[in-house]
């Protein structure tokens, strides 16, 4: 897994961009959530597998949910 942040001067936002990257293909991460918060402070994500098939991430309440994949590369993802 990677996870990007971006902010800067004038944005007043945080986004998060979380990849799932497989080992067998690195240079092709796969985008599976992206959510914006308002500030600019360090995002809240926590990622937790609960098996080698099912990802669970969580992060801050105030968070909005800009994109979201369900299952991908035959992972599910849930989100908290």
Do not use: C
């Amino acid at each position: 897994m990677e996870m990007e942040q971006f902010a800067g001067p004038g944005n007043n936002a945080l986004l998060t961009v979380v990849y799932l990257v497989r080992t067998e293909d690195p240079d092709k991460p796969i985008e599976i959530l992206s959510f914006s918060e308002p500030g600019e402070e360090d995002g809240q994500v926590q990622m937790n597998w609960i098996n080698n098939q099912h990802l669970e991430v969580s992060h801050r309440n105030e968070a909005k949910v800009e994109f979201q994949v369900i299952k991908a590369a035959g992972v599910e993802i849930s989100l908290n």
